[in-house]
């Protein structure tokens, strides 16, 4: 079990909950530890959107394929759903912070990489090895935090900060990529990762407690692989179908038939396992299943479309790079009140509530997003953008307190895992989904225009940017219509993309109503459920004397009523007498 003891054992045993808070193992305070584990995150969040808005120049530079365009953007959000589990369980047993510590060390290996490719294939590599670098960084991170925040409200607020400073990387990853992209070339959005990870490397070893998890039994390793394939070969067939290859492609269906036998093979082995890899028992809880299913729900419909609203803002409307960056400002702003904000709300309103009403804001603002067209709409991109932010940010801060309370300290590192999977999962199906609704709807458009040879069509249906670069190639006539024919059928297939977007997101309000109404402030204690009822009456301490007379006698003194006090003091006086 961990070595950290929950809030029930602790009362129990007579310590009380501030001194239990007040210093995690490895000595230091936990809102430092808390601040290193938000500058770990804050890194590889900025990592997984800085690369969109510098998507035109890799373009421009590398001239990859519509496939390889997909997979270097989506290698990273992929290798890092399929690896969170092998890595989050590992952590468990082997150290949290060892993991931590060597994922460190891989993304920034793997940022130099990416910043020196020269080729498609290359830099899909590098992102690949930032996949394995992020699934090491991000399940470890989160199970620390859990293990070092045992109280639930304090929690509460530890996960706000930690979600607002994922919405903060990951929205303020094309701001900082455009203004590298003003000055520098595109690889210049992967060295910013190098020296911080540096940092991180002694800082991370000299600040970070040590922990792990249950040790009951051996690691499933086979489990692990299965679990890890099965997940590649899900996210690759869905990348297939969205890069055009057809749902009935052997491309498309040999992965998809793969990957889901491998994971119906690794629940089956769980299930029948003594010690599992990952407790299946966990998802019979409704908070955690449905947390789980609400955070799939919420990147399926978001991170799709931000890699579109980007294209959007630079292809369509002329934007440069950091004009693209600022006017995604005020969403990353939105999302950081959202994540502060977070446990007061859920205190008040309760997960149901929050995360529902979180689903039906970021939908109603995906909505407004539709009226967006040919000309700039600086106001309804502001209104939309602010309320997008909030509005996610809230949901996800609810999901993740809720699915993370409920599960038991020593799956922590798994239960981690399991939410960051269903994170990245959702992203990296909801580029490769959204991606073909988008392609879907736009290609058509592009099949036969008035004046254009068929192949520079058939080019120009690949992508926007493919198509400004046949119309470019063409000039004359031929090209302006090329071009205009081109941005119509993205703004057309944006606005399609944006309905979609906003049905998964009302699907998710549904899903929300199985959370729980009110907030317990429960803290697990293995596989059990020990419940503290939020507004407990504040026991009366002994006296001073009273404390130090139990001490002595080597027996816990626990705060007790005061006509429990003299039974209390007379039982510490008898074992004193005993052993003196």
Not at 46 to 69: F, N
Not at 163 to 182: D, H
Not at 532 to 547: E, I, N, T
Request: net charge neutral; with cysteine.
């Amino acid at each position: 079990m961990s070595g950290t003891p929950t809030a029930a054992s602790v009362s129990a045993a007579g310590v009380s909950r501030a001194s239990l808070c007040e210093r995690p193992p490895g000595g230091a305070n936990r809102w430092v530890v808390l601040a290193v584990l938000c500058a770990s995150l804050l890194l590889v969040a900025i990592d997984s959107t800085v690369l969109h808005v510098a998507v035109p120049a890799v373009t421009e530079d590398l001239k990859p394929g519509g496939i390889q365009l997909l997979w270097i953007v989506d290698a990273y959000p992929l290798v890092c759903a399929s690896l969170l589990i092998l890595f989050g369980t590992l952590g468990d047993r082997v150290g949290r912070r060892r993991v931590l510590l060597i994922g460190y060390a891989l993304f920034g290996l793997a940022s130099v990489m990416a910043a020196l490719a020269d080729t498609p294939t290359v830099l899909i590599a590098a992102r690949a090895l930032l996949g394995v670098g992020g699934a090491m960084i991000m399940p470890a991170t989160l199970s620390i935090l859990r293990q070092v925040f045992p109280d639930r409200r304090e929690r509460a607020v530890a996960i706000g900060l930690w979600t607002a400073v994922a919405a903060v990387g990951a929205a303020g990853g094309p701001l900082l990529g455009g203004l590298l992209l003003e000055h520098f070339w595109w690889g210049s959005v992967f060295l910013i990762n190098i020296p911080l990870m540096l940092a991180s490397l002694p800082i991370g070893r000299w600040l970070l407690p040590e922990s792990t998890g249950d040790h009951d039994g051996p690691w499933d390793v086979v489990g692990a692989l299965m679990a890890a394939a099965g997940l590649f070969g899900v996210v690759l067939g869905v990348k297939r179908a969205g890069g055009g290859e057809g749902i009935v492609s052997p491309l498309t269906l040999v992965p998809l038939v793969l990957g889901a036998l491998l994971l119906a093979g690794f629940v089956r082995r769980q299930r029948r396992r003594r010690h599992p890899l990952v407790d299946l028992s966990m998802f019979s809880r409704p908070a955690f299943g449905t947390s789980v299913s609400c955070i799939v729900l919420a990147m399926l419909a978001l991170v799709g479309l931000m890699l579109v609203a980007a294209q959007y803002l630079q292809l369509v409307l002329g934007l440069s790079p950091l004009e693209t960056g600022l006017r995604m400002v005020p969403l990353t702003l939105a999302a950081m009140a959202g994540g502060l904000a977070g446990s007061t709300l859920l205190e008040r309103v309760g997960p149901r509530a929050m995360v529902s009403v979180g689903f039906c804001l970021t939908a109603s603002a995906v909505l407004t997003l539709t009226l967006l067209g040919h000309q700039d709409n600086p106001p309804l991109l502001l209104g939309a953008f602010v309320v997008l932010g909030f509005g996610l940010q809230t949901t996800l801060f609810g999901a993740y307190e809720s699915m993370l309370s409920d599960a038991p300290q020593g799956q922590a590192g798994g239960a981690a895992a399991i939410g960051e999977t269903s994170y990245q999962l959702g992203g990296g199906i909801g580029i490769a989904l959204l991606g073909s609704v988008m392609n879907a709807v736009y290609a058509p458009g592009l099949s036969s225009v008035p004046g254009v040879p068929a192949g520079a069509s058939d080019s120009a249906s690949h992508s926007l940017g493919e198509a400004y670069e046949v119309a470019a190639g063409l000039g004359g006539g031929a090209g302006d219509v090329l071009r205009a024919a081109a941005r119509d059928s993205f703004v057309h297939g944006m606005r399609v993309t944006l309905l979609v977007s906003a049905g998964l997101l009302l699907l998710g309000a549904l899903a929300a109503l199985r959370l729980p109404r009110g907030m317990e402030c429960a803290a697990p204690a293995g596989g059990g459920k020990a419940v503290v009822p939020a507004q407990a009456p504040k026991p009366v301490l002994p006296r001073l004397a009273d404390k130090e007379l139990g001490q002595a006698a080597g027996v816990p003194v626990v705060p007790v009523a005061r006509e429990q006090q003299q039974e209390q003091r007379e039982q510490a006086r008898v074992a004193a007498e005993s052993r003196s």
